[in-house]
Nanobody, 121 residues
């Protein structure tokens, strides 16, 4: 069993900052990718930022220069530091990982429950 515990969502004014945190726990051999996706009302879920175990990072164009992802491999945690927030950033943010149960296993996707981020004055 794998668990992802997310925290840090909430209401913030435009131009403000928030930090989302996600901690992974449970029965797995290793985690490959950790990151965040988001889904706004009426829209498809989209990638926000991801980071591999080795440090390769991907950001959505819409958040480059404003958001930063950090990851602690030893603690199995990933944070998303969001700055200069805009109303368009309003969405449910989902923690995402890929993990495997043993060395010979393939990586599987796993999602958190989601945390609401609302940017509004």
């Amino acid at each position: 069993q794998v668990q992802l515990v997310e925290s840090g969502g909430g209401l913030v004014q435009p131009g403000g900052s928030l930090r989302l945190s996600c901690a992974a726990s449970g029965s797995f051999f290793s985690i490959g990718v950790m990151g965040w996706y988001r889904q706004a009302p009426g829209k498809q879920r989209e990638l926000v930022a991801t980071k591999t175990w080795g440090g390769y990072t991907v950001y959505a164009d819409s958040v480059k220069g404003r958001f930063a992802i950090s990851r602690d491999n030893a603690k199995n945690t990933v944070d998303l530091h969001m700055n200069s927030l805009k109303p368009d950033d309003t969405a449910v943010y989902y923690c995402y990982i890929t993990f495997r149960r043993d060395l010979r296993d393939t990586y599987a996707d796993y999602w958190g429950q989601g945390t609401q981020v609302t940017v509004s004055s």
